[in-house]
């Protein structure tokens, strides 16, 4: 099983709103992942988890707050976002960061279609 | 700093007829490149992982070839659900961890 699941699949709110984004993969993987990605544009990391503990923020403006709260889950809490957030956010999982083969392939989810009003 | 470049941009194909998408990387120590298939508004779908010059993956009509300086995935004989846009991405070996993804392949194949 190669599945990540995201909620919600579409979200619509206004620039005052505090919201949040779910992950959930049951693979295994210490590793997951925060894209965002605008139309017609590859993926952008935003941050990465590893072992539960945040490996790698890309200098992600603080309205965006990720949490872990254990292997298998991932939230990105949102907070006074700009229409210019919109997008869509993907999360993904790896078994890890580091090594070699398999250790590596992303495994992304659905993800959830974000509108900011 | 890594470079992925993906050529064409943008491909219009009959059904049947057989091409190659083109990814050529820069990267101090590849440690791995992917290719993932995305639909409109969804997420990508992992395809294939190439580790070194030489590797070749097949699934269905699709297979992907390594060499030090790019990879290519083959379309043979396409049908209108090919229909996607292929992107690349490398992982380097030193520090940080991060997919260097290609601006993407999008295919179209026409009944």
Known sequence: ???VTQTPKHLVMGMTNKKSLKCEQ???HRAMYWYKQKAKKPPELMFVYSYEKLSINESVPSR????CPNSSLLNLHLHALQP???ALYLCASSQGLAGGTTYNEQFFGPGTRLTVL | EDQVTQSPEAL???????SSLNCSYT???LRGLFWYRQDPGKGPEFLFTLYSAGEEKEKERLKATLTKKESFLHITAPKPEDSATYLCAVLAYYGNNRLAFGKGNQVVVIP
């Open chain 1, 1 to 3: 099983d190669t599945e």
């Open chain 1, 26 to 28: 049951h693979m295994g």
């Open chain 2, 27 to 29: 990267v101090s120590g």
């Open chain 1, 84 to 86: 210019e957030d919109s």
């Open chain 1, 64 to 67: 965006f707050s990720p949490e």
């Open chain 2, 12 to 18: 219009r194909l009959q059904e049947g007829e057989s």
